[in-house]
Each structure stands twice: as structure tokens, then as C-alpha cells.
């Protein structure tokens, strides 16, 4: 199965932080017959959020290190597409959700068919929309 890892997830799984994954997550992230992919949209937050110094950790001493390690878990960055901008004008986004870096991710996921693995609880909102949500209950 291909599933879209949404950025708090991918943080999680890189910085081996088990206890933020849910166990059936983790049975997921650890079937090695799925394929995982990261949206460009969230590759880019991932090196904001490490050039703002909220990403911390020894492994990590560049932007560079953090794709090496996606590059290493055979993940795949997938580009944000003219598609995937229509289904984003399409989007009916929730009222107290305002991110469009999200709303990007989640519209590249309904697009692609690709089901996305989060903790965002605002990503719910959008599975009437046809996103394909697996909930990760942090701990």
C-alpha cells in the first residue's frame, strides 16, 4: 500500500520518537511492502522547521543531513503538481484551520489517491472532501 506521511509523522519517524507513533502506525510504518511518500510541501516545512532551530537533534547538523536520512528510509518526495493545485482551489477548508501548507498536503493526498498518516485532528475535517486519513493518536 502507498501512503503520504504527513510532516509532524515524518518528524516523529526521523527522529526515532516511538512513543509519539500509535502501534497500529507503527505496523504500518513498519510493513516494508509499503511505499511512503513525503509531499514537496512538507520536505519544505521540514527545512523551515529546522532552519528556526525546532527541529533539534545530534544526527541532524544540516538541512542536508535530514534528506539524507529521508533518502535512506527510501521515502520519495513527490512534487506538488498543476493537479494537485486544482484540488487545492477546490478545497473547502475548516473554519478554524487557516494553514496553507496543510491544506496543500492534504490536497495533494486526494488527489493522488494516497491515504496520509497524521495527528492533525483538523485533518478529519477533510475526509468528507475525500481525504483518506490514518489517525495517529499520539501518546
Same mark, same amino acid.
Given at each position: 500500500?502507498r %501512503?503520504?506521511?504527513d510532516?509532524?509523522?515524518?518528524i516523529?519517524v526521523?527522529l526515532?520518537?516511538?512513543d509519539?507513533?500509535?502501534?497500529?502506525?507503527?505496523?504500518?510504518?513498519?510493513?516494508?511492502?509499503?511505499?511512503f511518500?513525503?509531499?514537496?510541501?512538507?520536505?519544505?516545512?521540514?527545512?523551515?522547521l529546522?532552519?528556526?532551530?525546532?527541529?533539534?537533534?545530534?544526527?541532524?547538523?544540516?538541512v542536508?543531513?535530514?534528506?539524507v536520512?529521508?533518502?535512506?528510509?527510501?521515502?520519495?518526495?513527490?512534487?506538488?503538481?498543476?493537479?494537485?493545485v486544482?484540488?487545492?482551489?477546490?478545497?473547502?477548508?475548516a473554519?478554524?484551520?487557516?494553514?496553507?501548507?496543510?491544506?496543500?498536503?492534504?490536497?495533494?493526498?486526494?488527489?493522488?489517491?494516497?491515504?496520509?498518516?497524521?495527528?492533525?485532528?483538523?485533518?478529519?475535517? %477533510?475526509?468528507k472532501?475525500?481525504?483518506?486519513l490514518?489517525?495517529?493518536?499520539?501518546?
Amino acid at each position: 500500500m502507498r %501512503y503520504y506521511l504527513d510532516t509532524n509523522t515524518l518528524i516523529f519517524v526521523l527522529l526515532k520518537q516511538r512513543d509519539e507513533i500509535e502501534n497500529d502506525v507503527a505496523e504500518i510504518l513498519e510493513d516494508y511492502s509499503n511505499l511512503f511518500y513525503i509531499s514537496s510541501i512538507a520536505a519544505r516545512e521540514l527545512a523551515l522547521l529546522y532552519q528556526e532551530r525546532k527541529i533539534k537533534h545530534p544526527k541532524f547538523k544540516s538541512v542536508k543531513d535530514i534528506f539524507v536520512a529521508i533518502d535512506i528510509a527510501n521515502y520519495e518526495i513527490k512534487p506538488f503538481t498543476r493537479q494537485h493545485v486544482i484540488t487545492y482551489s477546490r478545497l473547502e477548508p475548516a473554519e478554524e484551520h487557516k494553514d496553507p501548507s496543510d491544506h496543500s498536503i492534504i490536497a495533494q493526498s486526494i488527489s493522488d489517491k494516497i491515504p496520509i498518516i497524521s495527528c492533525d485532528t483538523k485533518f478529519r475535517f %477533510y475526509e468528507k472532501q475525500g481525504l483518506e486519513l490514518v489517525f495517529n493518536r499520539r501518546r
